[in-house]
């Protein structure tokens, strides 16, 4: 299977978000206060992983995503900053996409979701030169989960598939497969090379409870499915069959926002360099460590 073009540049399709993370240490309080360390950062799954992939050595990353009018340029510079090249489409009806991470004592984040102008791209927002010069395509699983930007999701995917540029795809949200779906999110991906789940996505997405059952599984839909386990590591999968465990690296985790964007984008930078499934998800596992160390999602 292709790693991607080396010389080629990686190309993101996802959501710009600005992110509320919220870290308490005490239960909430239902009705009253709950005193809380509170940041507004910027994120979003797609250039989250954007910026990872950057600051693990991709020469050229570009991100193409929709964001509102009021933060455009607040979204520019940090991405810019990241060393992210940025196709921002401009939406003068709705804001930029935001989420309230609520994150608790043990690091796990609860999300509360406005998607905003994030799923409003379309396939009006693409073009196949986007793909000049690109030798690797992911897809933020969120763009799946509404009409329009699934259909801008299909059309990159075709492209893609023309130009024989390797795709990724993350599926970003179990609460959203679930509306969307199992089955119909696979069908959606049909074509992809690699398939990015956590443990509980690739659970959902095959029915199966083991979740080295599960990446297996996944395997003969897609020609790669590497499943993160958290603190666990990794597996990689390989046509039917679990291929490598990942280990994990150690590290005090104080949010865990982030982290999967965080092995995403290492992961695919390593692809692009030439490195193999396993040896790319172990480059994963080191920047989902250095990810639930420092609040916020991005590097």
Not at 109 to 133: C, F, H, I, M
Not at 168 to 184: C, H, M, N, Q
């Amino acid at each position: 299977m292709s790693a991607g073009t080396a010389d080629g540049a990686l190309l993101v399709i996802g959501d710009v978000v600005t992110d509320v993370v919220a870290r308490y240490r005490t239960p909430l309080a239902h009705g009253t206060d709950t005193a809380a360390e509170i940041r507004t950062l910027p994120g979003g799954a797609g250039a989250n992983a954007a910026c990872w992939a950057a600051r693990s050595g991709c020469a050229d990353v570009r991100l193409l995503a929709r964001v509102g009018a009021e933060a455009r340029e607040w979204h520019e510079e940090r991405l810019r900053r990241a060393g992210v090249r940025t196709h921002l489409v401009v939406d003068d009806e709705v804001p930029t996409a935001t989420v309230i991470c609520l994150v608790d004592a043990s690091a796990e984040r609860t999300l509360l979701t406005d998607s905003g102008a994030a799923l409003r791209l379309s396939p009006a927002d693409w073009s196949p030169s986007l793909l000049d010069g690109v030798g690797r395509l992911h897809l933020s699983g969120y763009l799946f989960f509404a009409d329009t930007s699934r259909q801008l999701a299909v059309a990159a995917l075709r492209s893609a598939g023309e130009r024989g540029v390797p795709v990724s795809v993350d599926p970003a949200s179990t609460g959203f497969i679930k509306e969307l779906g199992a089955d119909r999110f696979l069908a959606s991906v049909d074509g992809v090379e690699t398939l990015l789940p956590n443990a509980d996505e690739a659970r959902l997405l095959t029915g199966l409870t083991n979740v080295a059952d599960a990446a297996a599984a996944l395997s003969r839909r897609v020609g790669t499915a590497v499943v993160t386990l958290g603190r666990d590591g990794a597996l990689v999968a390989r046509a039917g069959a679990v291929t490598a465990r990942v280990p994990p690296v150690p590290a005090r985790a104080v949010d865990s926002t982030g982290a999967g964007d965080a092995f995403t984008g290492a992961f695919l930078a390593a692809r692009l360099t030439g490195a193999d499934a396993v040896a790319a998800a172990a480059a994963g596992c080191r920047a989902g460590a250095r990810a639930v160390a420092t609040v916020g999602g991005r590097p």
